[in-house]
């Protein structure tokens, strides 16, 4: 039977404290910023669908009404009514995605695609993409 040893503060085996990591030296940085011409390019994509036709034709009326002018760019005029892709395409082009659902729009996948070069190299690209997922 092992007994505790009582006349060390401590009753546990005693274990060494890891040595320390080495600290790398500092970089040493440029005084000024590179210039490196670095140009970028950021394409986000979001696929919806229409969920309520009716909610999305209803709520595009009324943004026509608000944006004349990019609405007249989908097709719409005072003799013209909006087509259903045409009210979808107006309401994306003037609310960001979270509110695209109250209006009858779902989204069901986003893409973003990023394009980086300077004038030395070719161009890096990079897509990221995801589908919510949906409850039923």
Do not use: F
């Not at 986000?44 to 669908?49: A, G």
């Not at 944006?67 to 960001?96: F, I, K, M, R, Y």
């Not at 996948?109 to 070069?117: D, F, I, K, W, Y």
């Amino acid at each position: 039977m092992n007994r505790p040893n009582l006349t060390h503060p401590d009753p546990r085996p005693s274990v060494a404290p890891a040595p320390a990591p080495a600290l790398a030296p500092p970089r040493q940085l440029p005084r000024r910023p590179l210039d490196l011409r670095v140009r970028t390019r950021r394409i986000q994509v979001e696929e919806l669908v229409v969920d309520d036709p009716g909610k999305v034709l209803d709520h595009a009326q009324r943004a026509a009404l608000t944006a004349p002018d990019t609405a007249a760019v989908l097709g719409h005029g005072p003799t013209t009514p909006l087509t259903l892709p045409a009210a979808a395409a107006l309401l994306c082009a003037l609310h960001e995605p979270g509110e695209l659902a109250a209006m009858g729009l779902r989204l069901t996948r986003h893409t973003t695609h990023v394009t980086a070069s300077d004038q030395q190299t070719e161009p890096v690209s990079l897509e990221l993409s995801y589908a919510p997922e949906y409850e039923e």
